[in-house]
């Protein structure tokens, strides 16, 4: 059974950090590409970051460029968001899901994932 289970999450002061945590029970998680989204209160799910099986290929979306960042560690099946200089605007429950297919680019759409967790909240007060 596949299981992704997020960790991390909290409130935070405006510039703070947080670092979220997913931990993957999945058989083919070497080979599968990673990914966090995103869902603010009455918005959809935004796509964050993801990163691919062998962690070459790292997209982000713009809002998060230089301010997050994503890694794996594929020994120990988890991958990692580390959030620096966190704005309100980041206030959301952060989902960690995993690719759909294996050994290809990470996508940006929540389509292309198959696996999700259940969420963190991270809340960023002014």
């Known amino acids: 059974q596949v299981q992704l289970v997020e960790s991390g999450g909290g409130l935070v002061q405006a510039g703070g950090s947080l670092r979220l945590s997913c931990a993957a029970s999945?058989?083919?998680?070497?080979?599968?590409?990673m990914g966090w989204f995103r869902q603010a209160p009455g918005k959809e799910r935004e796509f964050v970051a993801a990163?691919?099986?062998?962690?070459?290929?790292?997209r982000y979306a713009d809002s998060v460029k230089g301010r997050f960042t994503i890694s794996r560690d594929n020994a120990k099946n988890t991958v990692t968001l580390q959030m620096n200089s966190l704005e309100p605007e980041d206030t959301a429950v952060y989902y960690c899901t995993a690719d759909a297919n294996p050994f290809r680019r990470p996508g940006i759409s929540d389509d292309e994932y198959e696996h999700w967790g259940q969420g963190t909240q991270v809340t960023v007060s002014s």
């Open positions: 999945i058989r083919t998680f070497a080979i599968n590409g």
């Open positions: 990163i691919s099986w062998n962690g070459v290929s790292i």
